[in-house]
């Protein structure tokens, strides 16, 4: 199956083991063709054209945000496209946090990638509004022990990530849902390392936002996503000013459309956006629990490989349980730029620093980790190779 999978990535050639795949994943044939087609027999702008080539693209555009939503078991009209994880994230935290108040309050936790912590570290610089923290326990997890001692009525929001970055630990969606019903909050999820790991119930989740990029998901760049019940939706404000975004505009004061297109003031990433939909279409036709079970063996194999080798030591869970494939690692006397340099000698694209998660590594008193990150294609070869070259590493640096 992997394979056949593998095939589809004409990137992915012999002697590249490729595991930096929660920075930015590869794209398949179907999304390559879906730009190459829209770009080269469809490229126009959308919306107000009257010609052919608009009236294409803006269908195109059209489809592209109902596959989007079909994905994430959702109306289109809850879509709203942005350039990325990081631009849907701070739209919620400009338009949601435009409605509290000085004294309200939004729950983060330790771990969050610093796209889910600046903009509400903004926020509350501009509005009074509090901001409360979850600790993050030994094993890299968001500790939820003190969830409903965090919560009261002062807190609006729980933004927190399904996915760690770092450590690959799984949120207990559950858990933080039913405690933030209890005092009225509302729940966003940074979704942009779940999202690649096959389709999403986001009714089901029961959260009320939910957000992620397009190249974590086997698309564009240039790309994301942000989900919201249709009515946050219409009682948020526009985050940006601009064309595409007004019902009516005078010279002193303007009136919105309606959602979606309220919240996508001018020129969207129309391309970025149909090789979005495409990449959904085609995860969405996957077999997901095999990809699943071979992700986790292949996690495994690192995890076991890693605990095996003097001087790692892992930042994150030790078992698959409720993890994602993301593995992160120190190896003592090594930092890990020097190893991802090396690494990259034998042919393994890892990625080493913080992961925009600087608290969290404080958390582990460690300045940054390696990160091997696998995906739907990721085979036994580069799991091979990652400690052919982990052994060079340990050569040269030790």
Not at 85 to 113: I, K, Q, W, Y
Not at 148 to 174: I, M, P, R, W
């Amino acid at each position: 199956m992997t394979a056949a999978l593998r095939s589809q990535f004409p990137i992915l050639t012999p002697g590249l083991a490729y595991l930096d795949s929660a920075a930015t994943a590869q794209m398949p044939l179907a999304v390559l063709d879906a730009v190459r087609a829209f770009e080269t027999t469809s490229r126009a702008n959308v919306k107000r054209g009257v010609h052919r080539l608009a009236e294409a693209a803006t269908d195109a555009y059209a489809a592209a945000r109902s596959d989007v939503a079909a994905y994430l078991g959702v109306p289109p009209a809850e879509i709203v496209f942005t350039s990325g994880c990081t631009a849907a994230l701070n739209l919620v935290a400009h338009s949601f946090g435009a409605l509290m108040r000085p004294g309200d309050a939004v729950l983060l936790s330790g771990l969050e990638h610093h796209s889910n912590l600046v903009p509400w570290q903004m926020l509350a610089a501009r509005s009074g509004v509090e901001l409360r923290f979850l600790d993050v326990d030994a094993e890299g997890r968001i500790d939820l022990s003190a969830l409903e001692t965090k919560l009261d009525a002062c807190v609006k929001l729980v933004s927190l990530a399904h996915v760690s970055n770092v450590t690959g630990a799984v949120l207990d969606v559950a858990a933080v849902v039913a405690a933030a019903a209890k005092v009225g909050a509302r729940v966003l999820l940074d979704g942009a390392q779940r999202a690649p790991h096959g389709p999403l119930d986001l009714k089901a989740l029961g959260v009320d936002f939910y957000a992620f990029g397009g190249h974590k998901v086997f698309a564009p760049h240039g790309v994301g996503v942000l989900w919201a019940r249709a009515e946050l939706l219409d009682a948020m404000p526009p985050f940006l000013g601009g064309g595409e975004m007004i019902a009516q505009v005078e010279l002193a004061h303007s009136t919105w459309a309606a959602a979606p297109a309220k919240f996508e003031a001018g020129t969207p990433p129309i391309g970025a956006a149909i090789g979005l939909g495409a990449a959904c279409r085609w995860l969405g036709a996957l077999p997901w629990a095999d990809i699943a079970a071979a992700e986790a063996r292949l996690c495994q194999r690192l995890l076991d490989g890693l605990a095996a080798t003097p001087g790692v030591r892992v930042l994150g869970p030790q078992s698959l349980q409720a993890r994602a494939p993301v593995v992160s690692f120190a190896l003592e006397g090594a930092h890990p730029h020097d190893i991802c340099q090396i690494m990259d000698s034998a042919g393994v694209a890892l990625r080493g620093g913080h992961h925009c998660a600087q608290p969290l590594h404080k958390r582990f008193d460690l300045a940054g980790t390696t990160r091997a990150s696998l995906a739907l294609y990721s085979d036994d070869s580069d799991v091979d190779a990652f400690f052919e070259g982990l052994a060079k590493v340990r050569k040269i640096l030790l």
